[in-house]
């Protein structure tokens, strides 16, 4: 084990990092630019590993614009490697990500899904491409700053949850297969956030301050619409209610997802009843938004769901009928639930209580415990209780006035 004590004006405390393996390993670490990966080369540097940083662009088209922080975070990894004494490398995987990621992104906001970037980015450039390239360089493994952990037990490689429960980010990780787990390392996984940025700075780490990125993978924090607007076409239609009631206009069912109450246009009603719009359903036959009045709307909450393009991290389907736990979001609690169905193409989610704006195209994960186990695309949800859609709009309907 090894200690670090970090001491500050009105406090002290231990920090304890496990030690990854006692023998040296080539590890390559993918370095973004922040401090969690900067950290974790850091680490394992101290263990006393060959490690090699390597920093990944996935990103080209626009690389040269305000949202666009690429050439600022490689200056920051490499001033980083700099400091703590290691090799770094640059490589471009942009290619990868457009005809991988990107493509698959794009096809599913077209069809009315809201995907994940970041799991597929996961899955297909961090830990395949990126994975690859190191095994390349003569890598023994691979590592990164995700807050996750990996053991071994009875020869099979577990995902759990991270040590800090706000960080975690197995969520993302949930499409690894054994093959990827058994070369991952993931150093931060047992810390807690503000312990790692306090390492960064005793370090003097010129990044132990840098904020976070929440942007979408590799593409940064633009503006949403205006971004995803260059790829796919503006389809303006009516926002309407569950009765049909003509109450805006959207700029595209692209540009929304389920649950969603900024950005619609829409107030509250003539008849003087102001609880918040929410979308409800994209009815993309007749290109309409359909949105209902209230968070906890009938419309919004499900019991039960569909899920396709399955990933179980052991290879083999988990058992039916047993207690588990599942996120449909990143941020969201775990929901106890049990797998009524877990054929090959598909399974389905049975939740003990109601869940909120289930979104298809984002992704169930599934946890045993604090072990994942892995989980799927959302395909559809069933609603908690039946509301019927009357999308045809009433005669004499006059469309709503935000006046």
């Not at 298809?360 to 209780?385: K, L, N, T």
């Amino acid at each position: 084990m090894i200690t670090w004590r970090v001491g500050a004006t009105h406090w002290k405390c231990c920090i304890t990092i496990p030690r990854i393996m006692a023998r040296k390993q080539k590890i390559v670490v993918g370095m973004s630019g922040g401090v969690d990966s900067s950290v974790a080369a850091l680490l394992l540097k101290q263990q006393g590993h060959e490690v090699v940083g390597l920093f990944m662009k996935n990103w080209e088209d626009d690389d040269s614009d305000e949202h666009c922080t690429s050439r600022q975070d490689l200056i920051d990894a490499v001033a980083v490697a700099d400091r703590i004494g290691i090799d770094i490398e640059a490589v471009n995987f942009s290619a990868e990500y457009k005809d991988r990621v990107f493509s698959e992104f794009l096809s599913e906001y077209q069809a009315g899904r809201t995907p994940n970037p970041d799991v597929l980015c996961n899955a297909e450039i961090k830990f395949k491409a990126f994975l690859d390239h190191a095994m390349n360089l003569g890598a023994d493994r691979i590592a990164t700053g995700h807050y996750a952990q990996v053991r071994e037990v009875d020869g099979l490689h577990q995902l759990l949850k991270a040590e800090d429960g706000s960080k975690d980010q197995s969520y993302f990780l949930y499409r690894l297969n054994q093959q990827q787990l058994a070369k991952t390392w993931f150093p931060l996984g047992g810390l807690y956030k503000r312990d790692v940025r306090e390492i960064a700075r005793r370090e003097g780490m010129p990044n132990h301050d840098k904020k976070d990125s929440t942007g979408i993978c590799f593409i940064g924090e633009r503006p949403f619409r205006e971004f995803l607007n260059r790829y796919l076409p503006a389809n303006p239609g009516d926002i309407v209610t569950v009765e049909g009631v003509k109450v805006g206009k959207h700029m595209g069912l692209t540009f929304y997802t389920l649950g969603q109450r900024q950005g619609l246009g829409i107030g509250g009603t003539r008849n003087g009843d102001g609880d918040a719009w929410y979308v409800a359903h994209k009815d993309m036959e007749n290109n309409r938004l359909v949105v209902v009045q209230g968070h906890d709307h009938q419309l919004l909450l499900a019991d039960q769901l569909t899920a396709v393009n399955l990933n179980w991290i052991s290879g083999e389907a988990p058992h039916t009928q047993w207690v588990y736990s599942a996120k449909t979001r990143y941020r969201q609690k775990d929901a106890a639930c049990s797998l009524s169905s877990t054929a090959p193409e598909q399974c389905v989610v049975e939740f003990a209580e109601n869940q909120w704006a289930v979104t298809p195209g984002q992704s169930v994960v599934i946890y045993e415990s604090r072990v994942c186990i892995g989980g799927g695309i959302i395909q559809s949800a069933r609603q908690a209780q039946t509301v019927s859609l009357d999308i045809s709009c009433p005669p004499n309907t006059e469309p709503f006035s935000n006046d």
